[in-house]
């Protein structure tokens, strides 16, 4: 009898049947092969300060300084986080006779990180005047969709503060304040508020935190060597 919800799985055939043997399992040897990244380490810059023309710098999270920006600009909230657009009612509208805005954010460098790699990705980089540490950045070349693109900046880091700037002139409906983001070969250590870049740690099976990229995005391959005496009817990853 089936105990209250048990349950039984019976196999009825015509003639007795062998019961299959249970696999030997046996530990085989292996070898790291390597590890390898499909990506850059990422570090998302997700608090600025923003300077309204005529106003001190108001330093807040990326969605706080958004809905400061559009509440200055004569908006309830900002149009593309809760708005309906009627063919392009929103994204023509005339802004340009409101005075502009400069956004800065900061990133932190330790002694010894590689900065030469490093790359500035943001949204619409057209609508903006970009400059890190007051060096104007061109070259911009498209990331992961039409509307953001990454420059290389590494040649005007320096260890210590560095200031990343976004300046429009004249207020446009898609200057949606956004994060900014820094690429590279670099790790990530955490600061009382944020992360600072510095030198990129090997990488080893773990949490990615620990090596430093708590941020990356992509995938991580892990290879290892596995030399067979003789042919095997079934493997097994543990």
């Known amino acids: ?70 509440y200055h600009l004569g908006q309830p909230t900002s149009p593309w986080d809760r708005s309906i657009q009627f063919r392009r009612t929103v994204i023509d509208r005339d802004l340009s006779h409101l005075p502009g805005f400069t956004l800065s954010y900061h990133a932190e460098v330790l002694a010894g990180a590689q900065l030469s790699d490093v790359r500035l990705a943001v949204e619409r980089p057209g609508l903006w005047r970009v400059a890190v540490n007051g060096h104007a950045v061109d070259d911009w070349r498209p990331w992961f969709d039409m509307d953001m693109a990454a420059a290389a900046v590494g040649r005007w880091l320096r260890v210590g503060r560095n ?23 670099f790790a990530l250590h955490a600061q009382p508020h944020g992360f600072a870049l510095g030198p990129a740690r ?37």
């Open 1 to 70: 009898a089936l105990p209250p919800r048990g349950h039984a799985l019976w196999l009825c055939v015509g003639e007795p049947q062998a019961v299959p043997a249970a696999p030997m399992w046996r530990s085989l040897p292996v070898a790291p092969a390597g590890i390898s990244a499909d990506h850059p380490n990422l570090l998302v810059l997700d608090h600025a300060e923003l300077v309204l023309d005529g106003q001190p710098a108001l330093a807040e999270a990326i969605p706080r300084l958004d809905s400061l920006l559009w």
């Open 163 to 185: 200031t990343i700037t976004l300046r429009a002139d004249r207020p446009h409906p898609l200057h949606e304040i956004a994060p900014a983001y820094l690429q590279g070969d």
């Open 202 to 238: 090997p990488l080893a099976l773990g949490w990615w935190r620990e090596l430093g990229r708590p941020l990356a995005c992509g995938r991580m391959a892990y290879a290892w060597e596995l030399h067979l005496a003789e042919p095997v009817v079934r493997l097994r990853v543990r």
